[in-house]
């Protein structure tokens, strides 16, 4: 019971770098910022460190619109400020993850510049292009995943290009393989440097239906949903031949060793498990959304978790996640005693956890003023916007929350005063201090970061109870979804100690049989 992958034992921590730390004065992160930082994740106890886009972009859509694959934004600093940052993390023992955006480039990158130019130019063919519809509309009816058609007339030359995503980030054809050979360049630039794997941006949307066919309507569309929804969207994406580029990428990272690739990908679980690929050839870690779009009910949990370990391949390796720079915070969406409850279900459950800055601290749903509106998706689409997830990390009770010298590019939270490191760092009952000890505990126990996973059968609704094994050692997890205070029957005759509460307290509690939770506590028991 040795898992010796770093990615296998390890913990990500997710940066939106334009949200992290400012080091000079401008209202955006950095880099330097970020490598300023490394003693904080070092200190919290994670792995690795996960940054978002970071590539010279118009930032349309904040750097998932990229202009250049080899380079870095002068918003966020040089090259040598990236060098800078793996050597300092490396020196810590954390691992840098990139993201990678292959699926679209920006319409700024020099390639869509010539593509865009005539029908014959050699580089026409690396992005996607179709002749108007017979009513000179678009060519089939794919909508862009944020609103409207994904199909923008392009007046040089006639012709509809294709773009899941804004009109800014033109899809790039990845049935060519000089477009598959260029990006596989790419990701080897920064393996040179010594990038420790990458996060896939929309990997399964990479290859779509070679004739272009409609999507089915969806019969469940419901008019609060995007307008994406309106189709399945099952011609426009998770294609059956993106698994051959996948295995391809995975084989370009494997040639430098231990480099992990997580793909995003937001499908249905039977789905997902197939991007481990043919014997699993595919992603390490195709990221598992399901704790996002799960009710929070015990049942509800305990049902997800049997069913993804149940559904994972032979070897496959689980991972869990509780939010990201796309979806509302966790604790906005539970509240903060259950994303207690959450912290601690997310570090305990079998496989890599990833956590999202700022929910060590607890940070909610930051109202945006209309006036300080940034992401392109809400001004498109009102009410599905992503800013009150992507507000400035807040490190401690002065101004800007030490986030930067100026006015942030989007608003702190009205809390930062009180809910910032500083302020939570040495309190005992903390969310921050649960992080911190869970991430410790993840590191102590390898029943937690490498054992098996039984359900416990407890027979009360509001409880999700389970057992982490490793050799002879034995953890249970259990967890209080309700507000109601509750007497847990375990065996008479069984002894055990309270390693953690995530209401803080009870540490080193001994008993036996009984054990009393309180409403909205978790505990991890060593027997
Ligand atoms: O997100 C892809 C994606 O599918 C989400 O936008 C999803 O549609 C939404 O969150 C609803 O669940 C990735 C990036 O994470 C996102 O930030 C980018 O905007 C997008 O790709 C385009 O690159």
């Known amino acids: 019971m040795t898992e010796t992958v770093w990615w296998k034992r390890g913990t990500v921590y997710q940066v939106y770098p334009r949200s992290f730390q400012d080091s000079d004065g401008d209202g955006v992160g950095d880099l330097a910022g970020i490598t300023a930082r490394l003693d904080y994740l070092a200190w919290l106890g994670v792995d690795a460190v996960w940054i978002s886009p970071v590539y010279p972009s118009p930032m349309a859509d904040y750097g ?7 380079g870095i934004d002068p918003l966020f600093g040089t090259l040598a400020d990236f060098d800078q940052l793996v050597s300092e993390a ?14 679209h480039s920006s319409v700024a990158h020099p390639w869509f510049a010539e593509a865009r130019a005539s029908r014959d130019n050699p580089r026409r063919d690396w992005y996607i292009w179709r002749d108007p519809g017979p009513d000179g509309g678009p060519p089939n009816n794919w909508l862009s995943n944020f609103g409207g058609p994904a199909w923008t007339l392009d007046p040089t030359t006639g012709q509809y290009y294709y773009h899941a995503f804004l009109r800014e980030q033109p899809d790039l054809n990845w049935r060519n393989p000089a477009v598959r050979a260029a990006m596989y360049d790419a990701l080897r630039f920064w393996l040179e440097r010594g990038v420790d794997g990458f996060r896939v941006d ?13 999507n089915p309507a969806n019969p469940h569309f419901a008019e609060h949903l ?12 998770d294609r059956p031949e993106v698994l051959d580029v996948i295995a391809e990428m995975r084989a370009v990272l494997r040639a430098y060793g231990e480099r992990v690739l997580i793909g995003e990908i937001y499908l249905p679980l039977e789905r997902l498990m197939a991007y481990y690929g043919a014997d699993l050839s595919g992603a390490d870690m195709p990221f598992n959304f399901q704790l996002i779009q799960t009710p929070w009910r015990a049942d509800a949990v305990r049902e997800l978790v049997e069913n993804y370990e149940a559904g994972l391949p032979e070897g496959g390796w689980p991972n869990w996640v509780l939010g990201n720079h796309d979806q509302p915070r966790i604790a906005a969406r539970i509240g903060e005693d259950q994303a207690r409850i959450a912290a ?20 909610g749903h930051v109202p945006i003023p209309e006036d300080r509106v940034r992401d392109p998706w809400e001004i498109n689409e009102p009410g599905h916007g992503r800013d009150p997830e992507r507000t400035p990390m807040q490190w401690e009770p002065g101004p800007q ?12 939270s009205p809390d930062h005063a009180t ?31 490498v054992g098996s996973y039984r359900t416990i059968a407890l027979g009360l609704p509001d409880i999700l109870a389970y057992e982490r094994g490793a050799g002879e050692a034995r953890l249970r997890v259990i967890l209080n979804f309700g507000t109601a205070a509750h007497e847990i029957p375990l065996p008479e005759n069984e002894a055990w100690t309270i390693l953690l509460s995530s209401r803080g307290g009870r540490a080193g509690e001994r008993g036996a049989g009984r054990i009393r939770l309180g409403g909205a506590e978790g505990l991890i028991l060593m027997q």
């Open 64 to 70: 998932y619109d990229v202009a250049d694959y080899c």
């Open 344 to 363: 601690m279900l997310l570090l305990t459950l079998r496989g890599t956890p990833t956590l999202y800055y700022g929910d060590e601290l607890g940070l």
């Open 419 to 449: 809910r910032n490191v500083e302020c939570l760092q040495d309190v005992p009952g903390s969310i921050l201090t649960l992080y911190r000890r869970l991430l410790a505990l993840r590191r102590e126990h390898d029943a937690l970061a």
């Open 202 to 214: 929309v990997i399964w949307h990479l290859i779509k239906d070679e004739s272009f066919r409609d």
């Open 90 to 103: 490396h020196r810590r023992k954390l691992k840098v993850i990139l993201d990678f955006v292959p699926n």
């Open 401 to 412: 929350a030490g986030f930067s010298a100026a006015e942030p590019w989007l608003p702190l």
């Open 226 to 237: 995007p307008e994406i929804n309106r189709f399945h969207q099952v011609y426009s994406a």
